[in-house]
């Protein structure tokens, strides 16, 4: 029996199902087998992104139940676990090319699941650049910890960092108790949870040796880090995400079994205890988890440690006997100005306002420039954003030199016409 309910922008499908149990996820079709990916959700779809070799994203729309292709990224990226911000899809920590000398990704890559469009997003500090880390969201900034520099050889780090897309500024935070890498964060509340991963390359003819047992959580308030119990099966290649609002660790890969892990595996953040769930029905390793209104969808991957067999099956584990995909879509606002022209007359220096306007998605914005730059200049160019959230706004101060005519150009990112603001003086 299946039920449909529309109300305003939101839109629930529930399809009858055991509960307590994982179940295939409901598709006529499959997408294209990958591992070492990411799968996030963005609005009213699930994007399957990236893994080992070039892939185009695979989208599993909510509303049709089924898969389709949408933009390859500009290059191979793979380890990475993706976030969503305000209707973005962020890239951070990502590795490109082959093993075992894989290297670290130079910029932040940014997607736009409205427009199907990718933008190359500001320049990770050369310093801090890693891959297979943790990123997470907490309160509209992203927090990347741990990872490893030099592919699977070494470059193990403890590394803790912030960065703010909307004023692009990188933040250096404690470091993390110990290293690892090939896992996952979560938020919980006000808490960063790290748990699983290993020391790659650390353990002398075992690729998968030097898993890491001790779970650290970082405390945003206090900013300190501190060590909890130790993860029960220790694997790395984990995905992870909150359930009931406790992290869950799922599948992964180590040196004591072939075939990729199975175990799920979730943490009371109040007892500070582990316990585990149902089984996956596949094991996997190298891929991500979505939590869709408390059921958790998890697919892709490989079946058994190290690269193969690439998977494409997808299961989620339900808690009652519906499968829910009530989903709030992305709605993209407008770039609006306060004014169209600006006759400077001979006098002072002049501001106008740049809105994001009408929607809940942060809109990117490829430049700000003026095409006759002797007459006219931007006074505060350096702290304009490349990045605008939701309904907020930000000051162009504006500067005359010399008479003459002119545009301010707002050009927003994609195919999109700049915006025009016509200067005299």
């Given at each position: ?92 920590g990502a590795f490109t090319g082959g093993w075992p000398n894989e290297t670290p990704i130079s910029h932040i890559l940014i997607y736009n699941p409205e427009d199907d469009f990718w933008s190359i997003g500001p320049e990770i500090p050369e310093n801090r650049r890693r891959g297979a880390a943790g990123v997470s969201v907490y309160k509209s900034k992203i927090y990347i910890s741990n990872g490893i ?27 993390s108790p110990r290293p690892r890498d090939h896992f996952q964060s979560v938020v919980v509340k006000d808490k960063l949870f790290v748990a699983g991963g290993r020391k790659s390359g650390s353990v002398e003819n075992s690729g998968f040796g030097g898993t890491v047992k001790p779970t650290d959580v970082y405390d945003f308030i206090s900013g300190s880090w501190r060590e909890v119990a130790e993860i ?194």
């Amino acid at each position: 029996m299946s039920k449909v309910l529309i109300s305003g922008l939101f839109l629930i499908f529930t399809l009858t199902l055991p509960a307590q149990s994982w179940q295939r996820l409901p598709s006529e079709k499959l997408p294209e087998k990958r591992h070492e990916n990411a799968f996030v959700k963005a609005g009213n779809k699930l994007l399957l992104i990236g893994g080992r070799g070039k892939k185009p994203i695979d989208v599993y729309n909510l509303d049709k139940k089924d898969w389709s292709k949408g933009q390859q990224p500009p290059l191979e990226i793979h380890h990475f676990q993706a976030v969503t911000l305000d209707g973005l899809v962020y890239i951070i920590g990502a590795f490109t090319g082959g093993w075992p000398n894989e290297t670290p990704i130079s910029h932040i890559l940014i997607y736009n699941p409205e427009d199907d469009f990718w933008s190359i997003g500001p320049e990770i500090p050369e310093n801090r650049r890693r891959g297979a880390a943790g990123v997470s969201v907490y309160k509209s900034k992203i927090y990347i910890s741990n990872g490893i520099i030099n592919g699977h050889t070494s470059g193990w780090i403890s590394w803790f960092d912030e960065f703010d897309p909307y004023k692009n500024a990188w933040k250096k935070l404690p470091n993390s108790p110990r290293p690892r890498d090939h896992f996952q964060s979560v938020v919980v509340k006000d808490k960063l949870f790290v748990a699983g991963g290993r020391k790659s390359g650390s353990v002398e003819n075992s690729g998968f040796g030097g898993t890491v047992k001790p779970t650290d959580v970082y405390d945003f308030i206090s900013g300190s880090w501190r060590e909890v119990a130790e993860i029960p099966t220790p694997r790395a290649g984990t995905a992870a995400t909150v359930f009931n609002e406790k992290p869950v660790i799922l599948g992964g890969e180590s040196d004591k079994q072939e075939t990729a892990h199975s175990e799920v595996e979730i943490f009371d953040m109040h007892n500070e205890t582990w316990k585990n769930l149902p089984d996956l029905q596949n094991g996997r390793h190298g891929t991500q988890v979505i939590n869709l209104n408390n059921q958790l969808i998890i697919g892709a991957g490989s079946g058994n440690r190290g690269g193969g067999p690439e998977l494409d099956d997808f299961e989620v584990f339900l808690t009652s006997e519906q499968i829910d995909f009530g989903n709030k879509e992305i709605i993209p606002g407008k770039l609006k100005v306060s004014v169209e022209e600006i006759d400077f007359n001979n006098g002072e220096n002049q501001k106008i306002s740049l809105e994001n306007q009408g929607g809940n998605q942060a809109q990117l914005i490829s430049y700000i420039q003026i095409d006759n730059k002797e007459a006219f200049q931007i006074k505060n160019r350096k702290s304009l954003p490349k990045i605008l959230a939701p309904n907020t706004g930000v000051d162009i101060e504006l500067k005359a030199q010399k008479s003459g005519e002119g545009f301010l150009l707002i050009k927003p990112e994609g195919d999109k016409e700049p915006i025009l603001v016509t200067l005299k003086n």
